[in-house]
């Protein structure tokens, strides 16, 4: 199959329909198609391919004024330049294939011989990768194209570090340790600006030449243009990891499929430096040991990510504050609503965890200073009153002398935390677009003059409070005159004091 004819890209057609497309139906009918229909790992990783094929055909654009014309020339230079590459987006065949190294074989073991291409989908019971609803880890199976090639592309980008099948490229005995994947690193949140159909959507999220240099990379070649053919070739290897266009698809394993969809050889490939500032990226900084340094800010399945919205939200057009958003944002019309769609494949050493996604529309008080601090006070209000919540429980079961903080007690308690926290973040997420709404009028704060910003006043401090209450009492029984005088005690938790919307804390459940 090739990946430019082949149909594998899932998407959901203008009037709801689902289908797989090829790469270059993308492009030829992009206008038509609403979305991806994908997972978010497979959405960010089909992301940075159609930005790089777009990118390597404009071979640009130069700078803004060049970007903000550019969309009606995607689709012809798009549609022409996967003509002229064609042959290297073979799924299978003796000459190139598409993101497979031909020249290697396999290592010293015999179970390194052959893989399962179960591997290149993190939801397939396969090795260490254990899933709940797969029971065919076990059976040998067979894939069809369109999974490899999607499974393929994915893995290349998310494949997490660890012990890996040894394999051989050309003379070189590739070792059975791996690093991570350029996407995966730290659980990272990937943003994208999100248009009314995939082809604005691509526009949207390309980024001049102008600004890429501004971040400090360099331009490059896509990594099928200067594809590496043997360990020794530094400069192909240079490009494909310490550029732009050429990390965009990565190499980060050694690949060969067996034409058969039942298995592959499997190595590690090139290392990518963890320190990379990946433009659908956001920046944060720490401070550590006196020091303040700049991180990916990374997602977490225990934090949802409109927690987050105001770090997204930071839009910067120079080089003199690298902690900021998807640098895509610099480029777009902060003047009027932005659809952000933000995802993370999140892993813990070499275990695969959770995936997490959202979609945010930010209104243009969220790309100011004031609606970024506004909205960071309030989501630290709503942290607030889940400790609250947290603490009233504690109290509820000290006085049933059922200590939820003693040793013995402390699984069932945590359990119980646990429950209540979950219905509370549940609920509270609902009301997001309050909070929203304050950024925008932030004369919500002050009712009557106030001249120090009541949350309580405000719908969204209103809702906190009336899902808190809703989460104590499905979490405190009142059934007896124990429970009931229990209940009392733990809910004078709530109005000892306010709740500290400066407060930073980081609530461990969601």
Known sequence: MNLTTGRWIPVIWADGRCDKISLLDVFAQGNQITDLAVRPHERISLMRLLICITQAALDGPEDYDAWKSCLPKIAPAAIAYLDIWKDHFELFGDGPRFLQTLEITSGKKSEDKVNSPSK??????????????????????????????????????????????????????????????????????????????????????????????????????????AMPNAPNESDQIENATRTY???????????????????????????????????????TTRHREGKEEVIPLGGSPDKAIWRMAHSLAVARKTSSNMAHGPVALAQADLERPVELWSGALIADKS???????SVLTLPPAMFADQGQAIYRDGVAFSEAWER?????????????????????????????KQKASTHFWTSVEQCVPDLLAVT????????????????????????????????????????????????????KAFYESR????????????
């Not at 919307?501 to 980081?506: D, H, I, L, N």
């Open 499 to 510: 709740p500290d919307p400066s407060s930073t804390q980081e609530s461990s459940h969601e």
């Open 245 to 283: 266009l050429g990390r965009l698809v990565a190499l980060s394993r050694l690949i060969l499929l067996d034409r058969s969809g039942q298995g592959m050889l499997l190595g590690t490939g090139l290392e990518y430096e963890t320190e990379w500032r990946e433009v659908a990226g956001t920046t």
């Open 120 to 225: 290149l989908d993190m939801a397939l019971a396969t090795g260490n990768n254990t899933t709940i609803f797969d029971n065919e880890g076990s059976v040998e199976r067979v894939f069809d194209p369109p999974f490899l090639a999607l499974g393929l592309l994915t893995y290349q980008c998310f494949s997490p570090g660890g012990l890996i099948g040894s394999v051989k490229w050309r003379n070189d005995e590739r070792g059975s340790s791996s690093k991570n994947a350029p996407c995966i690193t730290k659980g990272m949140l990937h943003s994208y600006i999100r248009r009314g159909d995939l082809l604005s959507t691509i526009h949207a999220n390309i980024l001049s030449r102008e600004v890429i240099e501004i971040v400090g990379h360099k331009w490059g070649r896509p990594l099928w243009e």
């Open 351 to 357: 275990k695969l965890i959770d995936t997490i996604e």
């Open 388 to 416: 609250k919540l947290s603490r009233g429980i504690a109290i509820y079961h000290r006085h049933l002398k059922d200590d939820l903080e003693r040793k013995e007690s402390r699984k069932r308690g945590n359990l119980v």
């Open 440 to 491: 925008v009028a932030p004369q919500e704060l002050y009712p009557a003059g106030a001249t120090e910003p009541v949350w309580p006043a405000t719908r969204w401090g209103q809702a906190l409070a009336s899902h808190a209450r809703e989460a104590y009492d499905l979490a405190c029984p009142r059934e007896t005159p124990r429970q009931i005088q229990a209940y009392v005690e733990g809910l």
